[in-house]
Structures are given as C-alpha cells and as structure tokens.
C-alpha cells in the first residue's frame, strides 16, 4: 500500500495549505441537502486467510493496490417537507479497474472486484450555526463481489466470493475548524457468499466495516474528501471427515482508500 500512503501524505499537505478557506464558505449546510453526489478514485487491498487448515486447496490470496474508482449519491427527495426532510435514500458503486491476479506458479487470471450499495439513511443534527455536527443511521442491501475467469481448471480452488448482505450502520460528521471529521461503524448480516462459503461444510458468515475521513469544503458547494473503509468478514466451518475441503474458519479483510471529489445542493 506505498502508493496509497503517498496519496494520503500528499492529500493532507494540500489540505494543511488551504486551511484558510473557512467552513463557512460552504453555501450549503450539509446537514440539510436535497443532493449529495461523489466521484472518487482509491486504492484497494484483499486479504484472505483461513485457519485449522487440514487440506492443502484452501489457497489463500492477497492483494494490494487495486485501483478503484468510486461513484456514489445521497438524496433527500423530501427535504423541503418538515416532518421527513431528514429521510433519504442512499446509493454506491465501486468497482476495481483493470485487475488481475496470478498464482504462485505464474498462472495469470483476470479478475473482478466490485461493491454496490443501496438503502435509506436517517439524520439529525447535534448544535446550531451554520455547519451542526451531523449523525445518521442506515439500513439496506449491498453486494461485493470478487470474482475470477479464465482459469476454469483452477475453478474449485480460487478464492472467489459473492458477499450478498443486509448492512445496518451508524455514522457522524463533525466539523472542526476548516474541516470536518467523518466516521461510520456496520454490522453486515450476510445472507450469501459465493465459493468461498459453499466450499467448506456447516458455514457460518457475518461481518464489520469501519470507516473513517475528513471532508475540506471549498468553492461554495464542493468537497474534497479522503477516507478509508476497513471491511472484514469472518467464517466458522463444521467440516466431517473425509470432506474434500476441511478447516475451522476463514477470514476475508478488504481496504479502501481514496480521495473524492463531493457537489452537495
């Protein structure tokens, strides 16, 4: 991830030379848009182990410095309306650029990583003036995906996944001088995934996600943001002897970071 940090490093000096653009700037109190609308460009990484492997085909895999561009919407179709100004509908996509992978013996695979969300978000404010900290709470339906083709003959084996799950999440904005700080934590109840599941008997799946950013307003209805998604799902299997696959548990760790650019109205 030495290309991620260098972004990062790079993103906080430009902040740190602008920070005498004032939060007030912002002509649209973000806690109170109608739209929120983002284009962003990140790195990704993949890490997935598993433990009390008794058979050699569980293969683990890593991966790190995916390219990822990220698009994602927020709006408040009722915002006008007093008594549900602060229900809104959420959707994002994100999906890796150009990937491919390779085994240990040189065997190249193409790849494909791909996450989408879609649900709705409550918020409410904390404090008065022109910039309140904001809380919101989320409910919906999201899918990431990484998947392989090409390598039919290592088909069984791959560490393809399919995470189709129900995500509620708890999320705050805070500003604090020119910026505002950012966070979320999830519980992500998974109702199916892919090979990586289906492949061990008596499977048992959920998972966490983490995130946390800094927004800088500027140019009236514009931000720049940086953040970081930290995505783990975790595995409990109940193998029987003689099973072609056998082990006690897997995890599976995914990272994104990146740097958007947000239109809020």
Wanted: with cysteine; glycine share 12%; aromatic share 12%.
């Amino acid at each position: 991830m030495k290309r991620a940090a260098i972004g990062i490093v790079a993103f906080a000096w430009a902040a740190s030379a602008q920070a005498e653009l004032p939060l007030a700037r912002q002509k649209v109190d973000i806690s109170r848009a109608s739209v929120d609308a983002s284009i962003g460009f990140g790195l990704g990484s993949r890490h997935l182990s598993y433990h009390q492997a008794l058979t050699s085909n569980l293969r683990p895999y890593d991966l790190d410095g995916a390219p990822m561009l990220t698009v994602a919407l927020s709006a408040y179709p009722f915002a006008e309306q007093r008594a549900l100004r602060d229900v809104g509908f959420c959707l994002d996509y994100a999906s890796a650029l150009g990937l491919t992978s390779a085994t240990r013996g040189g065997t190249q695979l193409s790849s494909d990583w791909s996450r989408f969300d879609v649900g709705a978000r409550y918020r409410a404010r904390a404090g008065a003036g022109p910039a309140p900290a904001m809380f919101g709470l989320f409910a919906g339906y999201g899918l990431e995906q990484f998947l392989f083709t090409g390598a039919n003959a290592l088909a069984a084996d791959l560490p393809a996944a399919a995470y189709g799950f129900v995500r509620a999440a708890a999320d705050a904005r805070v500003p604090v001088g020119p910026v505002a700080l950012t966070a979320s934590m999830g519980y992500l109840h998974v109702v199916s995934n892919g090979d990586v599941g289906l492949r061990v008997r008596g499977t048992s799946n959920d998972g966490v996600e983490a995130s946390a950013g800094v927004s800088l307003p500027f140019a009236g209805n514009f931000e720049a943001r940086i953040s970081g998604v930290y995505t783990r799902f975790f595995y409990s299997f109940t193998p029987a002897a003689g099973d072609a696959f056998v082990a006690g548990g897997a995890l599976d760790q995914l990272f994104k970071g990146q740097l958007a650019l947000a239109w809020v109205h």
